[in-house]
């Protein structure tokens, strides 16, 4: 069974995130992507703009001081550029750790991310983890 052209670019993406490679990550995103983070906390938003997407994915890893990783579980396409992915995530931060599954539903043009829609599990125990910000 081969694999579609969008369920490689995510699993890519994913792998690129995982390695902290913010290069292959921008090389695969549209100058305009969004990123739409779901909460009220210091890393809920939408993020406009790949610099600003990137960014976003810099302070996830400056507050958990790299310790978060993720476990991808699967990816589906629906073959008009669209793709939803389900994963979970481990991380530590201050005196808490989290443990939550979520989800990516990404929109892709011309071989690239150029949206990503984000929901987690538990909205309220993301937005206590990362924290309102200072």
Known sequence: MSQHPDTALVRQGYAAFSNGDMETLASMMTTDCVHHA????QVSGHFKGRDNV???YGKLFELTGGTMRVELE????????????VHKIF???EDRGIEMR????????????????ECVEDIDEADAFWGMGT
């Open 38 to 41: 779901p909460g009220q906390s």
């Open 54 to 56: 990137l960014a976003m």
């Open 74 to 85: 699967g990816v589906y396409p629906d073959g008009r550029g669209h793709v939803i992915s």
């Open 91 to 93: 991380a530590e931060r």
């Open 102 to 117: 979520g989800g990516l539903f990404f929109t892709i043009i011309g071989n690239k991310i150029s949206d990503i829609d």
